[in-house]
């Protein structure tokens, strides 16, 4: 076996050189900030006529709720049908669960103990993806959870609205019609 020395120039000379310059034309993969929102006192966020120039959608906040046992659901295109379907998986400091539904009037996105407390927050980053995709039904993700100084719980969830028609707007709601409380704040980013 024959050992060679390596050089950083022998090294990079197999490999294709890269123009680190941005050629004006092409846009860098980003998100731009689209609305935010500190809602009070309401228990609904609309965002409408939402662009449709974005691949995906990103809502991002934190909740504290005016009442406990919350669930935030989504509804697309103002379409209260039952047309959703969810699951989700939760972790709490004593032990795992999973849920899932069809047939629903809303996509669910965070779980059990969202507005326990009008302390602690509830947050959450809900990705909507491919949006504006009229060949395919629409689906979410969503990664949310909460502490509330020494108990608490994360949650994985994704639903599916069963239509292909493009998201032109999102509501973000409680399930139970508890408002928002002062401290709530929610954010909708667009994903190129």
């Not at 076996?1 to 120039?9: A, D, E, I, K, T």
């Not at 009070?40 to 965002?47: E, W, Y």
């Not at 993806?129 to 689906?139: I, Q, S, V």
């Amino acid at each position: 076996m024959s050992v060679s020395r390596f050089s950083r120039q022998s090294v990079q000379a197999g490999f294709p050189k890269q123009q680190n310059i941005w050629d004006g034309i092409t846009q860098p993969a980003a998100m731009d900030a689209l609305s935010s929102v500190l809602p009070s006192g309401v228990n609904s966020v609309t965002f409408n006529n939402l662009p449709q120039t974005y691949t995906n959608l990103q809502v991002a906040g934190s909740m504290i709720g005016s009442a406990g046992g919350s669930l935030l659901v989504a509804v697309f295109n103002n379409d209260t049908g039952n047309n959703y379907s969810w699951h989700e998986v939760q972790s709490t400091g004593s032990g795992t669960a999973a849920y899932s539904s069809t047939g629903i009037a809303y996509a669910r996105f965070y779980g059990r103990n969202v507005g326990t407390s009008t302390t602690y927050p509830t947050s959450f980053i809900l990705d909507i993806l491919d949006y504006t995709n009229t060949n395919k039904n629409k689906t979410t993700r969503c990664l949310s959870g909460m502490d509330a100084n020494g108990s608490g719980e994360v949650c994985l969830d994704s639903a599916m609205w069963a239509s292909t028609s493009a998201i032109t707007s999102v509501t973000i709601k409680t399930h139970d019609g508890a408002n928002f409380a002062a401290g709530t704040y929610i954010s909708l980013y667009g994903i190129r």
